[in-house]
């Protein structure tokens, strides 16, 4: 009996071992693939015209585009006709073949096929809107965007999206020296 038990026991650590390199390394389905590196986009979308504040910049809110993220676990992409009203009054002098690619897809009724490139692992999960009302900006996950061109891989603030990363955020002390967030597993992974 003794000798069952410890064999489960050792079986159950090397799973136990074997789902924490999985998880810190990223894993699951395409990791390799959205890890980073050169991502091609079919509009290159330049986020620090759109968002940033500068006197040619439109100073425009991430949440404009990213319209759920603060109401779902998911951040959203806004539809091409969103994109088009906006390129109707604006006609981006700064790339206007660009734009003129945004009306090719908004006259042929087809949305933009945009490249993911922020992703965690399957067996996880983010839900953006707890974040957000937590009080995060969206630059502490995703980097100063608004200072970027288009993006082509992740940002180094991101972190390689592995546990260690998020769960020493969630250890962070508040202003009172409280652990802002719980590090329980089912917190993340349900």
Known sequence: MNRNWLIGGLASFLLALAGVAFVQGGGGEGAAAEAGGDIVQPIQFPHNLHAGSGPEQANMDCMFCHFSAERSVDAGIPPVSSCWGCHQVVQGRNNPAEVARIGEYYQS??????????????????????????????????????????????????????????????????????????????????
């Open 109 to 190: 009724g087809e949305s933009i096929p945009w490249v993911r490139i922020y992703k965690i692992a399957d067996h996880a999960h983010f839900p953006h809107m707890r974040h957000i009302n937590a009080g995060l900006q969206c630059q502490e996950c995703h980097g100063e965007v608004q200072e970027m061109g288009v993006l082509t891989e992740r940002s180094p603030v991101w972190g390689g999206a592995n546990m260690g990363w998020c769960v020493d955020c969630h250890r962070q002390p508040d202003e009172q020296g409280v652990q802002q967030a719980s590090t329980d597993c089912a917190v993340c992974h349900y």
